[in-house]
Structure formats: structure tokens, C-alpha cells
């Protein structure tokens, strides 16, 4: 009764085990909160760097999604166009039209003669509008001889005058417009002969030495055809060589060695699998320099470590019951895993294929290396033709100094970043969707 008595007194042996221990709780529960704390700050300043670059690609992109066009009334002389009257789609089609445009302008602007100004004011109208011109006329025939109010398409210097990116206060010698320019531009919005309209041809047209006529096309239809082929021969492979080697392969030198190849692949850096397909593909096997095939060769030996790895992940995943029910009603090893454990495991094997793809969508290294950045103008037709990739475009685009190019680059990154964003949210939407928990 006596020691008890002693051990609750301060300074009695057991009651300075007690304090020690809620001192202890007490550490620890304040190291639980700093934890807490670091995590959260953590993912503050995560978010925040996050938001500060989608802010900074947005500010810089959005503007690309819209182009400035100019109003110009158009008098489609026969006399200089199809001067025998023969409507002939040759004549027509090698027809100065250049002429019409600087007779539009001139009579805009009657008062300016030289030389220098001519060329100035020319020089207000996108390269392309002879080439629309040509489009219209041919495509309707009735137009000759008439004059019309045509929008053609404006300079990239005068889109972005348009757009605010030119100050207008600043000295002439550091601006690519000069004062008179400015003027004519003036007039031309006082008139409402200057609007900024939808960008379609950012998203119809190929790539261009000129800003305004530049899109992304060629790249996306490339982009397409080189995943396809990577989706073609990695998938299929990737699943084969995952279930062969989980499910069927014997435990020995040989597999513990090709399971620590298929390891390191996933971690060479891309760039060296696009000398690998330069020495291959194109130097030894002669396939077409620049081409989806070439590229999605290069992909898939590029994708297929992670599918492997990924598709191995989810065979584990699933519970060894399900294979010893399936072996205990009489099937055999090859049904138990093909119409047991394989379909169970699909799910997780389609998330890492995504994934993969969308590694493969925004590599532009190891295509670099096969010649896919090339300037490519044409849509590609087919996975032997030329082309190049949005990423590609994009580092293109990136090094080129117009100021209009800044933000056609910012809005092909913007793109490639939704399809990046959708082609994750998918593979999550699948594990979600058919994931089952055991």
C-alpha cells in the first residue's frame, strides 16, 4: 500500500514514466501537425507554380484564336484577268491578282505615290489574298466584272497592332510599323474596314513562313497517324509480353534478365531510342525519312517499357483465389488466365496504355532525330508521306522571331496540353469505371 502511495508522489519513479510519455504524445502529435503543415504548403506552391504557368500559356495563347482581316472592295476587271473572254480555268488560274489588291488599296489611298509608300500600303494585305482571290473567282465565275466587298486576310504586323501587342506611343525605328501605317489602320477601323474574326485557319491550315497563314493541321494529322501506328504494334506487344512473362514464362536467368532490360528501358532518356530508329529504321532498313511509320516505330520502342511494366502491375493486382477457383473447376492454365485473370486485369493494362500514349503524344526528342522536324507545309496523306508532330511544331515555332509566331506557339501548346489532360483523364475514368477493389 506504501509504494503504491510513493509511486503517485512527484518525483517517484513511476510518475516520472508518465510524464515522459505524455511528453512524448506531445512531440509527436506537434511533429504530426508540422508534417501536416510541410504536405499542405507543399501542395500550395504546387498548385500555385501549376496556375502561374497555365496563366502565363492562356495570356499568350488566347489571342492566337483570333485574326484581323481587312475589307477591300474588289473590282474583278475582265480586261486584266481573262482579257479574250474565254473564261478559261487556265487563264484564270495564272491571272495577276496581285494587281486587284494593290488597285483596291490604291483607291482607298489615292494620295500616296511613292514608291516606298506603295509597297507599305501593300504590305497592309496578307500574301495570301491573291491566292483567296484566286479561290473566289474560280470558284465562282460570276463574279467577273463586278466589284464586291472582299475580307482578306491582314499582315501578321498589322494583326498584332490590331491585337495591342505594337505600341503605338513607342518610336517608329522600334516598331515594324511606321507612323503613316498607323494612320492607314486608323482609317480603315474609323471606316469598319478592319475586325478581328474566328482563327480557322490556325486549326485547318498546315504550317508557314508567314504567322498569319500557320496552323496546326499537318501537325495534329501527324501526331494522329504516328500514334496510331505506335498504338498498333505497342499494345498489342505490350499485353503479350506483360502476360507471357507473369503468367507463363519460368522463373530462371534468362526472364530475371529480361525483366531488368525491360527496367532500365523505362528509364533511358528518349532521345537515345531516336538514334536507335536513325540507325534502324532509316539508315539500315531505309524507311522514309520524316514519316508517321518511322515515328511510331520509335514510339512504340519507346512506350513499350511502360506498358510492359504496367500491364505486369495489374496481372499481379488481381487475388490468386481467382486462379485457384478457376484451376479447382478443371480449366487449364492457358483458360484460367485468358478467360479468368486477363479480363480483370484489362482495366489496369488499358490506364498504363494510355498513359504511355500520352508520353508518346508529347515526346518530340526522339523524333527530332528521325527527321520529323522537318518544315512540312502539306497535310500528310499517309504514314509514309512527310510529316511532323505538335510538339515538333511547336519547338518550330518556338525559335522562328516573328512576334506572331509567340502566340500561335503558346496555342499549340495549349492544344497539346488538352489532349494530354483528356487523354489522363481517360486512362482515370477507366480505373474508376472497371477497377474492382478485392
Not at 510519455?21 to 510541410?38: P, Q
Not at 492607314?184 to 482563327?199: A, H, P, S, V, Y
Not at 512527310?386 to 516573328?402: C, G, K, M, R
Amino acid at each position: 500500500m506504501s509504494s503504491s502511495n510513493e509511486a503517485g508522489k512527484p518525483g517517484a519513479p513511476g510518475h516520472r514514466s508518465l510524464d515522459s510519455v505524455r511528453a512524448g504524445l506531445s512531440r509527436r502529435r506537434w511533429a504530426e501537425i508540422r508534417f501536416r503543415f510541410y504536405g499542405m504548403v507543399s501542395l500550395a506552391m504546387g498548385l500555385l507554380f501549376l496556375l502561374i504557368m497555365f496563366t502565363s500559356i492562356i495570356a499568350k495563347a488566347y489571342t492566337a484564336f483570333q485574326q484581323t482581316y481587312i475589307a477591300l472592295d474588289v473590282h474583278f476587271d475582265e480586261q486584266l484577268l481573262d482579257p479574250e473572254g474565254k473564261r478559261d480555268p487556265v487563264t484564270l488560274d495564272t491571272a495577276d491578282y496581285g494587281a486587284l489588291v494593290r488597285q483596291s488599296l490604291g483607291l482607298l489611298f489615292p494620295e500616296y505615290k511613292d514608291r516606298q509608300q506603295k509597297r507599305a500600303l501593300n504590305n497592309l494585305v496578307s500574301s495570301d489574298a491573291t491566292y483567296e482571290l484566286r479561290r473566289l473567282l474560280l470558284a465562282k465565275p460570276d463574279l467577273m466584272g463586278n466589284t464586291n466587298r472582299i475580307w482578306l486576310l491582314a499582315d501578321d504586323d498589322v494583326d498584332m497592332f490590331a491585337k495591342g501587342q505594337i505600341d503605338r506611343l513607342g518610336a517608329e525605328a522600334d516598331r515594324r510599323l511606321k507612323d503613316y501605317q498607323i494612320a492607314w489602320l486608323d482609317k480603315l477601323q474609323e471606316e469598319g474596314r478592319l475586325e478581328k474574326r474566328f482563327n480557322t485557319k490556325f486549326f485547318t491550315a498546315g504550317d508557314s513562313r508567314e504567322p498569319e497563314l500557320a496552323g496546326i493541321r499537318g501537325a495534329v494529322v501527324g501526331s494522329f497517324l504516328t500514334l496510331v501506328v505506335t498504338l498498333v504494334l505497342s499494345l498489342p506487344i505490350g499485353f503479350a509480353t506483360a502476360v507471357y512473362l507473369e503468367e507463363f514464362a519460368p522463373s530462371n536467368r534468362w526472364t530475371d534478365l529480361i525483366e531488368v532490360n525491360i527496367n532500365n528501358l523505362a528509364a533511358v532518356p528518349s532521345i537515345v531510342f531516336g538514334l536507335l530508329g536513325l540507325a534502324v529504321f532509316i539508315n539500315f532498313f531505309g524507311l522514309p525519312r520524316s514519316s508517321p511509320l518511322v515515328g511510331g516505330l520509335v514510339l512504340t520502342l519507346m512506350t513499350l517499357p511502360v506498358i510492359i511494366i504496367a500491364g505486369r502491375s495489374a496481372l499481379k493486382s488481381v487475388p490468386p483465389s481467382i486462379r485457384e477457383a478457376a484451376l479447382g473447376v478443371g480449366a487449364s492454365h492457358m483458360q484460367t488466365v485468358f478467360h479468368h485473370v486477363f479480363p480483370l486485369a484489362i482495366p489496369g493494362m488499358l490506364t498504363g496504355a494510355i498513359i504511355g500514349m500520352a508520353r508518346a503524344l508529347g515526346e518530340s526528342a526522339p523524333l527530332l532525330m528521325i527527321g520529323m522536324v522537318a518544315f512540312i507545309v502539306d497535310i500528310p496523306s499517309s504514314i509514309n508521306t512527310p510529316a511532323t508532330v505538335l510538339p515538333v511544331q511547336i519547338y518550330l515555332w518556338a525559335d522562328s522571331p516573328e512576334r506572331g509566331f509567340v502566340e500561335r506557339t503558346s496555342a499549340a501548346i495549349l492544344v497539346l496540353l488538352v489532349f494530354l489532360i483528356v487523354m489522363n483523364g481517360l486512362a482515370v475514368y477507366l480505373r474508376k469505371r472497371y477497377e474492382k477493389r478485392w
